[in-house]
């Protein structure tokens, strides 16, 4: 019923470069689908153009089968909650929500009904008769969302919903977001949002939009897939970047000989490493970079390690962050290390690179494939781990 399908589609303002560019999509009945990237990538203009708040220059817009390009908003079948909850101050919660149905001629009975029951999932029943400035930032964001559940509506669309709201009511807000999905069965969903948190904890699929940094390709799918797919298996240096907090370290190299399992690269720092690749397909002698989350490294000697220093610390209680210096290589190095551990700013310490870890990317940022132990990165989150 709500399976969406963009296709070829493209799309620019005026006379400037493409905001959206080539973007193919097939987005399933009841997936949950996240669309993410950094700030001006195009994430919003893509959710616009499914509601049909925004033309295409090129390309179609498929729901449920039926090509929508020349379909008004309000005849798609879609509910979309914005980031500024967009309600009408001078209507009540209950107003506010049964606003759509009434304009529907949906019979009172029903409109009750249904504002009734999506207050009960939202805990809004006690607020029905409140005015929007009566409530907090949380509970106009519920208003919001229920407001696009009574319309019991085949696809969802969220655009940036928790930017707005602090962290505690993020996560709490972000919980009940996924509940309403599953329990909306038939329903498909399509979330915008900057941060790679969210995505991660709340996608089937995560849709990652390139931005001009990456290989000139703005507005175009970086990569589309499983969080643990882009998790492990990041396509290019630029989704490895994006996906992971802190992000992936990145040591620049030259590659010095191949064998079908396995790179050695020479550091910038001069020591040579070993990283599990397949099939590399490079010449020696080619610029290589070499990536490697701050959970994967760790202090000691016993493999290939670099000898950093300590710039500072943070210490978060269950883990305690160690910023290193990178020497020229830009940002500093992260190392994720237990709660309890400790070090001095200006001491030196080991970092291992193990070589199971080490992810390699080509000159112009292509990762080349690793050899990860058997891991099923197919698996979409259930919803009990979206807290
Ligand atoms: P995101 O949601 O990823 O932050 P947007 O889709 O809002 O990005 O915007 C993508 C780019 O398009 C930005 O550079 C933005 O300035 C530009 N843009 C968005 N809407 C318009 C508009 N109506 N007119 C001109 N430029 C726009």
Redesign the pocket.
């Known amino acids: 019923m709500a399976r969406i399908e963009l296709r070829d589609v493209f799309k620019s303002?005026?006379n400037?470069a493409h905001?959206i560019r080539d973007v193919n999509l097939d987005i399933g009945n009841n997936e949950f689908c996240v669309i993410v990237?950094?700030?001006?990538?195009?994430?919003?203009?893509?959710l616009?153009m499914i509601a049909g708040l925004e033309t295409m220059d090129s390309g179609d817009c498929l729901i449920g089968g039926q090509r929508m390009n020349d379909v008004a908003p309000a005849q798609r079948g879609v509910s979309m909650v914005f980031q500024s909850y967009a309600l009408f101050p001078h209507m009540t919660v209950f107003e506010n929500m049964a606003f759509g149905l009434r304009l529907s001629k949906v019979p009172i009975d029903q409109i009750m009904q249904r504002v009734g029951e999506a207050a009960r999932i939202l805990q809004l029943s006690n607020l029905l008769d409140r005015l929007p400035k009566a409530l907090s930032g949380g509970q106009k964001q519920r208003v919001a969302i229920g407001r696009a559940i009574v319309r019991e509506p085949g696809v969802f669309l969220f655009?940036?919903p928790l930017s707005n709201l602090d962290a505690a009511l993020r996560v709490q807000t972000r919980f009940e977001i996924a509940k309403i999905h599953r329990d909306f069965g038939r329903a498909s969903t399509v979330y915008?949002t900057?941060d790679q948190v969210e995505a991660m904890t709340l996608a089937d699929r995560i849709v990652l939009?390139n931005t001009g940094e990456a290989l000139a390709r703005d507005?175009s799918v970086a990569q589309c897939g499983t969080p643990l797919e882009l998790y492990h298996r990041p396509c290019n240096q630029f989704v490895a970047g994006f996906i992971g907090s802190p992000k992936m370290n990145f040591f620049p190299g030259t590659l010095v000989s191949a064998t079908a399992e396995c790179a050695q690269v020479q550091l910038a720092q001069g020591i040579v490493v070993q990283a599990r690749v397949n099939a590399l397909s490079l010449p020696e002698g080619s610029a290589v970079t070499l990536g490697l989350r701050p959970e994967d490294a760790s202090v000691g000697h016993q493999v290939q390690h670099l000898t950093c220093t300590v710039q500072w610390q943070e210490r978060l209680g269950e883990s305690t962050y160690l910023y290193l210096d990178s020497g020229s290589s830009g940002n500093p190095w992260v190392l994720k290390t237990a709660g309890n551990s400790f070090a001095r700013t200006g001491e030196h310490i080991a970092m291992t690179l193990p070589a199971h870890h080490l992810h390699v990317f080509d000159s112009l940022g292509r990762a080349m494939h690793r050899t990860v132990a058997n891991q099923d990165l197919s698996l979409s989150k259930p919803v009990s781990n979206a807290a």
């Open positions: 303002y005026g400037h905001v990237g950094p700030s001006g990538c195009g994430k919003s203009t893509l616009r655009d940036e915008v900057h939009l507005g």
